[in-house]
């Protein structure tokens, strides 16, 4: 059995994975693709062995079982809510603005479509995810990136925050993840992964800094719980199309597709 694939946006995360796909991978196939600019997506699919259809967003779900996400955060609903009224696999990478719309999570259970968040760019999603179901007491992440991955946060420049010439590390935001996914929608996606593994976004506490010293976007995570307590820290190394995204998430999209088809799955 062969699983259709369509992919939305041909960024950072999304064009390593269609190219990925058009390699060829056994129980998966590449039918469709939609991307703002239609001749630029034919220019980045030009050396493909099998070109995938072009087609607009809103007709994405109708082209193939599985929808990969990899939008800006102001597309992110054109595509998300006909996905999941056709009651078909999202993949969602831009997860911060689930937490503006809840409702689309029980009218994809009306539907029977599949939300799944990759969450290779983190690591212990399934600890976290396992300690859930006893009692965490407490959840905080730190995440830390090149003052160059935070430049275009809304937050930064709604306050004019100058971060060009910054020489020691400047905390920008210490709240719950909710609040962050306001101020930084483009920057805190794995943060509200790791909230909805956990207690919640509104339980699990964040910081975000803009820091001079660090090359990579860094993540920092404390679990304490009656089942465990956990510490780790992982150093994502930044794409160089877009800063703000780790070259480990696309590898993670992979890693989720290629689960859906293997008859061996380790993780949740």
Known sequence: MTLTV????????????????????????????????EARAHERIAHFKNKPKVVPLAELAQHADIIVEGLPPALYFDLAEPVIEAGKVFVSVTVTRLLERPELIERARETGAKIIVPTGALAAFDAVRAASYGTIHSLV???????????????VIEQGIDLSNLKEPMCLYKGTVRDAAAKFPANVNVAVALSLAGPGPDKTSYEIWADPAVDRNTHSVTLDSDSTHLEFTIAGVPTEENPATGKLTPLAVMATLDGMVQPLKIGS
Do not use: H, Y
């Open 141 to 155: 992440m730190a995440t830390r990136k090149p003052p160059k991955g935070l430049v275009n946060a809304p937050f």
């Open 6 to 37: 369509a992919i939305a946006g041909l960024g950072a995360v999304c064009r390593p994975v269609a190219e990925w796909l058009d390699q060829g991978v056994p129980g998966l196939k590449l039918t469709a693709i939609s991307a703002g600019d």
